[in-house]
């Protein structure tokens, strides 16, 4: 079967660095997203990665490793408004979207 | 900006009632999907539609069924609710199937069934 697994939920300092894993497997793979959803809200994109290594936005980075099955979302200089849900999906060889159960993410001063 | 919008933010219904969750998109995407979302679940999709009049089964249709009369509205139906239905539905649209297509949301619709 197709499994995306994610840590339920992660806590981290604000002005700190928060890395969330992803691990994957899935029959084919055209592409990975990652996706914010805060409380009560809808998902919104985050970043894309179909080729291996490091995207850069802003922030936010994400990196992915297709002999692994692997990918993980970087933050960086953590706001107590990245306190969120995050979630990973993978496209499928029909380029369905697979979806992780998301990563609680808690921020602290 | 893209706008997908849900008729409801909230609604509270009766078992064995006929429950109608309305989608419209304004960006004239060709695919629309309805997911629901449960706590410690992934998102699961129960239907999408790639044209007009058109619709596929997702992983979990049973109980629902779905409408696409017009490209940007996409309605979904539970024909007579369960209280197993209680959930958060969201609405999505997309442009089309190419690899970096992204899905956009709407706010969702958090459905009490009692």
């Known amino acids: 079967g197709q499994n995306i697994d994610q840590p339920t939920e992660m806590t981290a300092t604000e002005g700190a660095i928060v890395q969330i894993n992803c691990t994957y497997q899935?029959?084919?793979?055209?592409?990975l997203f990652w996706y914010q959803q805060h409380a009560g809200e809808a998902p919104t994109f985050l970043s894309y990665n179909v080729l291996d290594g490091l995207e850069e936005k802003g922030r936010f980075s994400s990196f992915l490793s297709r002999s692994k099955g692997y990918s993980y979302l970087l933050l960086k200089e953590l706001q107590m408004k990245d306190s969120a849900s995050y979630l990973c999906?993978?496209?499928?060889?029909?380029?369905?979207?697979?979806w992780g159960a998301g990563t609680k993410l808690i921020i602290k001063p | 900006d893209v706008k997908v919008t849900q008729s409801s933010r909230y609604l509270v219904k009766r078992t064995g009632e006929k429950v109608f969750l309305e989608c419209v998109q304004d960006?004239?995407?060709?695919?629309m999907f309805w997911y629901r979302q449960d706590p410690g679940l992934g998102l699961r999709l129960i239907y999408f539609s790639y044209d007009v009049k058109m619709k596929e089964k997702g992983d979990i249709p049973e109980g629902y069924s779905v409408s696409r009369e017009k490209k940007e509205r996409f309605s979904l139906i539970l024909e007579s609710a369960s209280t197993n239905q209680t959930s958060m539905y969201l609405c999505a649209s997309g442009p089309g199937t190419g690899d970096s297509t992204e899905a956009f949301f709407g706010q969702g619709t958090r459905l009490t069934v009692v």
């Open positions: 960006m004239d995407h060709e695919n």
């Open positions: 899935t029959s084919g793979f055209n592409g």
């Open positions: 999906a993978v496209k499928d060889s029909n380029y369905q979207l697979i």
